[in-house]
């Protein structure tokens, strides 16, 4: 079972930073991603930045240079540092899970339940 608690959105000026977090409460459920996506008004989900366990880290070219994922994988805590943000950032962001059920050992998807990012003057 994964349970999701996002907090960190808010209202920021063009240029300013952010910083979401989401923790996640998990049993029976082993991760192998954690990360954020955001859907900004009209526009498809976008998948903002990834944590692969023990591989790789993805970051999207709209944001690489600006936003940093971190995680602290012990504690089941992942972030997103959100630096000199435009207009267009603005989005819904969610945070999500990814992983394999320790029950079922089906593959599963995990969301927070969003956190509104505004960035405007």
């Known amino acids: 079972q994964v349970q999701l608690v996002e907090s960190g959105g808010g209202l920021v000026h063009p240029g300013g930073s952010l910083k979401l977090s989401c923790s996640a409460s998990?049993?029976?459920?082993?991760?192998?991603?954690m990360g954020w996506y955001r859907q900004a008004p009209g526009k498809h989900t976008e998948l903002v930045a990834q944590?692969?366990?023990?591989?790789?880290?993805f970051v999207a070219d709209s944001v690489k240079g600006r936003f940093t994922i971190g995680a602290d994988i012990a504690n089941n805590i992942v972030t997103l540092e959100m630096n000199r943000v435009k207009p267009e950032d603005t989005a819904v962001y969610y945070c999500?899970?990814?992983?394999?059920?320790?029950?079922?050992?089906?593959?599963?998807?995990?969301w927070g339940q969003g956190t509104q990012v505004t960035v405007s003057s």
């Open positions: 999500n899970i990814g992983g394999t059920s320790g029950v079922s050992a089906s593959i599963e998807d995990h």
């Open positions: 998990v049993s029976d459920f082993i991760i192998h991603t």
């Open positions: 944590i692969r366990i023990r591989e790789s880290v």
